[in-house]
T-cell receptor
Framework: RKEVEQDPGPFNVPEGATVAFNCTYS??????FFWYRQDCRKEPKLLMS???SGNEDGRFTAQLNRASQYISLLIRDSKLSDSATYLC???????????????FGKGTKLSVKP | DTGVSQDPRHKITKRGQNVTFRCDPI?????LYWYRQTLGQGPEFLTY????????KSRLLSDRFSAERPKGSFSTLEIQRTEQGDSAMYLC?????????FGPGTRLTVL
């Protein structure tokens, strides 16, 4: 099983649609979870961290299910400017409890059409 | 600009040549990461530094790759005897409070 798995898409949706992305991770010791956004030919940028209780930032909602080792991102009322690749990111803890390094999924491509 | 910077932004080289990339992190960030990204893939971890100490290296980092961060500030990534399979975007990131801030990357093309 790959360390972080995502549906690569592409997801083609009309403006205003609600779209959900899923991600699974293999390391049950992982403690930090993130969604990053990457525009074409640009560097990744943090969209939001994912907390155990779930968290919301405007039109974006992230959820974590530790038992199933599953993370989701929901985008409501999608905008043209949401078109990008969304990367699921999970930490691999290092010895001694430090954060260790981050493992990125391959990303899910979203295209929002007028 | 107080973000992460990388130099050069693009590098074209012939197979067998050595190349070196530089990353300048955000000044107060003590962790620095190197990643490699190819088309259609997410960034793949290569190595990271805590100040000047290199704490972890990926299995992807063959002996042709070496990274340094001698004074705990900027870092260099050197690839010796480049191969066509080394063609990729090389990304650097520095970390604060768990968030990684990426530089614009160096795009390497090996002919």
């Amino acid at each position: 099983r790959k360390e972080v798995e995502q549906d690569p898409g592409p997801f083609n949706v009309p403006e205003g649609a609600t779209v959900a992305f899923n991600c699974t991770y293999s390391n049950s010791a992982s403690q930090s979870f993130f969604w990053y956004r990457q525009d074409c030919r640009k560097e990744p940028k943090l969209l939001m961290s994912v907390y155990s209780s779930g968290n919301e930032d405007g039109r974006f909602t992230a959820q974590l299910n530790r038992a199933s080792q599953y993370i989701s991102l929901l985008i409501r009322d999608s905008k043209l400017s949401d078109s990008a690749t969304y990367l699921c990111v999970v930490n691999i803890p290092a010895y001694g409890g430090s954060q260790g390094n981050l493992i990125f999924g391959k990303g899910t491509k979203l295209s929002v059409k007028p | 600009d107080t973000g992460v910077s990388q130099d050069p932004r693009h590098k074209i080289t012939k197979r067998g040549q050595n190349v070196t990339f530089r990353c300048d992190p955000i000044s107060e960030h003590n962790r620095l990461y190197w990643y490699r990204q190819t088309l259609g893939q997410g960034p793949e971890f290569l190595t990271y530094f805590q100040n000047e100490a290199q704490l972890e290296k990926s299995r992807l980092l063959s002996d042709r790759f070496s990274a340094e961060r001698p004074k705990g500030s900027f870092s260099t990534l050197e690839i010796q005897r480049t191969e066509q399979g080394d063609s990729a975007m090389y990304l650097c990131a520095s970390t604060h409070a768990g968030e990684q801030f990426f530089g614009p990357g160096t795009r390497l093309t090996v002919l």
